[in-house]
C-alpha cells in the first residue's frame, strides 16, 4: 500500500463486483453505499460487511437484487484512491445477505457479509499425501490450484529444516486446503493470510513469519495536544500470556529421552522492545518424543514464538486527522504513552469503518517487551 498522505484530499471508495473476474458496479450501486466495514488480522481470514440503501424503486431492490448480483460466492474487491494512489482494501466473497425491510421511508437495507480469498481454501475437504516434500514445498503445491483467482505465493523457507524422509513418513493432508496451511504455519511458528492486491483482481498469498523488519509506518502519537493523531490508545501487559515451551524427543536407537534447550525466538519475531517480558508459564508439548528431532525443535520454536507477545495495545483513529492509512501486519510508532509503552509496534489488525464523509479505523497492537529500543520513532 502507498505511503502517501491524505489530509491534503478525499478519500474515494470504489466497488467491483462479478462470479468471478469483476467489473466496477453501477453508479447507482455505489451511491446506495450507506457503510464498510473490512477487517484484516495478521493469521486470520479477512472478513466484510457492506450495508446498501434499498428502496423500493431503486436499481439494487428492482432488478440486481432478484438477478443474483450479491449472491453468495459472488467476488467484491473494495478499494480507496487518495490523491490519486489506489488501494485494494479487499479482495473476498460474500456469504451472507441480509435484508431489512422498514415501514419508515428509506431505512429499508440489503446487508451483505462475507471473506477474503481463502474462503476458496476453505470449501472442500480432501486428503492429499505430499512424500519427500518440506512443509514450504507443500504450501506451494497447494497455492498453485488458486492462480486462476490472481493469487500469487509468497513462501519463506522454513527456520527449522525438516527433511522429508519418505522411507520413514509421508506427510498427509486431512481437511481443506486452509485448515493444513494454517497446520503447517503453526508447527513453525508462520503466519498465512491474503494481502489483497497491489492492483484489483490480484492478490498475495503470505506464508512465513511475521514481518517485523523494514521501514516503519507513520507513528501514532497520543497525548501531544495538536500533534495528537490517535482518538484512544490502551496498553495492557498480560503476564501468563508468554510460555517456555518443554520438548521432549526420544533418540530411535538408545530409547534415551532429551530436553531440548529453549529456542531463540529472535530469527521469527526481532525484538522490538529492550526489555523482554519473562515466561511465568511452563508448557509440555504433547507428542514430540514421536517426532523427529527437526519437527519437535520446530514445535517449540513455535510455540515460544507465538506466545511472547505479552504486551497489547488497541485504538482508533481518524484517517484524515492521522493523515496516513494504517496498514495491518507490518510495524508502526507510538509516542506520547510514556517511556514504558512508546515505541515501536506489530500492527497485529486494523478494522476499517467507512461512511460517507467518514473513515475510521480501529487497529489492535503487539510486542514482546516494555520500553523502547531506539529513542526515535518515524514522525
Known amino acids: 500500500m502507498a505511503d502517501e498522505p491524505i489530509g491534503a484530499g478525499p478519500v474515494h471508495l470504489t466497488l467491483r463486483m ?18 464498510a466495514q473490512i477487517t484484516s488480522t495478521a493469521g486470520e481470514r479477512s472478513g466484510f460487511q457492506l450495508a446498501f440503501d434499498l428502496t423500493k424503486k431503486g436499481l439494487i431492490g428492482k432488478r440486481l437484487l432478484p438477478e443474483g448480483f450479491f449472491d453468495p460466492k459472488t467476488r467484491v474487491i473494495v478499494t480507496i484512491s487518495v490523491k490519486g494512489t489506489t488501494t485494494v482494501l479487499l ?30 481454501m476453505d470449501l472442500e475437504e480432501r486428503t492429499d499425501r505430499y512424500p519427500n516434500l518440506a512443509p ?6 497447494i497455492l498453485a490450484r488458486y492462480r486462476s483467482y490472481g493469487i500469487d505465493a509468497h ?33 513453525n511458528g508462520y503466519t498465512f493470510y491474503l ?24 507513528a501514532l502519537n497520543v497525548n501531544m495536544d495538536s500533534n495528537t493523531t490517535v482518538d484512544q490508545l490502551t496498553f495492557a501487559y498480560d503476564g501468563t500470556a508468554r510460555e517456555e515451551p518443554q520438548a521432549r524427543v526420544q533418540d530411535p536407537r538408545t530409547r534415551d529421552v532429551l ?18 517480558t519473562p515466561a511465568l508459564k511452563r508448557r509440555t508439548l504433547a507428542g514430540t518424543a514421536k517426532k523427529e528431532l527437526g519437527q519437535a525443535e520446530a514445535e517449540a520454536l513455535a510455540r515460544a514464538a507465538t506466545s511472547a507477545d505479552a504486551i497489547s495495545g488497541s485504538g482508533s483513529l481518524d484517517v484524515v486527522r492521522h493523515g496516513y492509512v494504517l496498514r495491518p501486519r507490518e510495524l508502526v510508532g507510538v509516542r506520547g504513552s510514556g517511556v514504558t509503552y512508546d515505541g515501536d509496534y506489530y500492527v497485529k489488525s486494523v478494522t476499517h469503518n467507512l461512511r460517507p464523509g ?20 518515524r514522525p
Open 358 to 377: 467518514s473513515y475510521q479505523q480501529n487497529f489492535t497492537l503487539s510486542r514482546e517487551g516494555l520500553v523502547a529500543r531506539s529513542g526515535t520513532v
Open 136 to 141: 514450504s514445498q507443500r504450501v506451494e503445491r
Open 195 to 218: 494481502e489483497p492486491g497491489p492492483a484489483p483482481e490480484r492478490s498475495v498469498a503470505y506464508w512465513g513469519p511475521e514481518q517485523r523488519l523494514g521501514q516503519r509506518q507513520h
Open 18 to 35: 462479478g462470479p468471478h473476474l469483476t467489473r466496477t458496479v453501477p453508479a447507482e450501486v455505489t451511491e446506495a453505499l450507506l457503510s
Open 259 to 276: 530436553l531440548l534447550a529453549q529456542p531463540d525466538i529472535s530469527p521469527l519475531r526481532p525484538p522490538l522492545g529492550k526489555l523482554a
Open 155 to 187: 513462501i519463506i523457507r522454513e527456520q527449522i529444516q525438516q527433511p522429508p524422509r519418505e522411507q520413514l513418513r509421508v506427510e498427509y493432508q486431512t481437511g481443506t486446503d486452509l485448515h493444513y496451511l494454517n497446520e503447517l504455519a503453526r508447527a
Open 91 to 120: 479482495d473476498g466473497l460474500i456469504v451472507r445477505q441480509e435484508v431489512g425491510a422498514s415501514n419508515q421511508p428509506g431505512q429499508s437495507t440489503l446487508t451483505v457479509t462475507g471473506e477474503d480469498l481463502t474462503l476458496l
